[in-house]
């Protein structure tokens, strides 16, 4: 109902933000962060100061390119709180940096996805074992995650655009956001899928954090 009546939605989520509801300002300083993301960043630290569990990895995430020295304090906060989503952008911020590291959170994700985890084993494998990455995604995959459909057909679209535009449609009919704007030319065969095309494993998961 509200999605059709996204006035009214803002209007809702404002007021009850106002009465200091700390998820409404997550969904806040979500929606806009495209338009303005000087409010965003506002609705965001007002959740964080209200005690949303997963404000932290919101502001996190959105401070990486601004502000990396804060964003990784905020988001080693929500990793020790156990959030999966931090884990997984925090180990995609140090894969350069540090590898050994970035592979331990990718792990320490995939435990708390539990039957959920292959897709963040094969992010922690990815460059040290490109064949077993694969194997994970797919298996991934065929339980129904869509973030691993959406990767597989990014990883084999330079290769073979036809088999990869199948996963593209899986994970977009699961409400998978990224694959629902998908067109052609966006990755380049097996290289590191993340090395090769910046994507973020957060941006792949379709509506991180809210």
Same mark, same amino acid.
């Given at each position: 109902? /509200?999605? %059709?009546? *996204? @006035?009214?939605?803002?209007? /809702?989520? @404002?007021? !009850?933000? %106002?009465?200091? @509801? *700390? +998820? !409404?300002?997550?969904? /806040?300083?979500? +929606? /806009?962060?495209?338009? &303005?993301?000087?409010? %965003?960043? &506002?609705?965001? @630290?007002? !959740?964080?100061? %209200?005690? =949303?569990?997963t404000a932290r990895y919101n502001l996190g995430r959105f401070l990486l390119p601004v502000d990396p020295g804060r964003a990784r304090a905020l988001l080693r906060l929500a990793v020790d709180a156990g959030d999966h989503d931090a884990m997984v952008a925090l180990g995609h911020d140090l894969r350069e940096e540090d590898p050994v590291e970035a592979r331990r959170l990718y792990q320490r994700a995939a435990v708390v996805a539990g039957d959920g985890g292959q897709t963040d084993l094969g992010f922690a494998v990815e460059d040290s074992d490109p064949d077993e990455a694969e194997r994970l995604w797919r298996e991934a995959a065929d339980a129904g995650d869509?973030?691993?459909?959406?990767?597989?057909? !990014? +990883?084999?679209?330079? =290769?073979?655009p036809t088999d990869a535009q199948p996963y593209y449609e899986m994970a977009a009919d699961l409400g998978h956001v990224p694959a629902m704007a998908t067109t052609c030319g966006h990755t380049s065969g097996r290289r590191s899928l993340l090395r090769s095309t910046g994507l973020n494993p957060i941006l792949l998961r379709g509506t991180p954090g809210i």
């Open positions: 109902m /509200l999605a %059709a009546e *996204p @006035e009214r939605a803002q209007a /809702l989520f @404002e007021r !009850a933000a %106002a009465l200091g @509801e *700390p +998820r !409404a300002m997550c969904i /806040l300083g979500k +929606r /806009l962060e495209g338009t &303005d993301p000087k409010q %965003a960043r &506002d609705w965001y @630290e007002r !959740a964080v100061a %209200a005690g =949303d569990p869509p973030t691993a459909m959406y990767v597989l057909g !990014a +990883r084999h679209h330079h =290769d073979n």
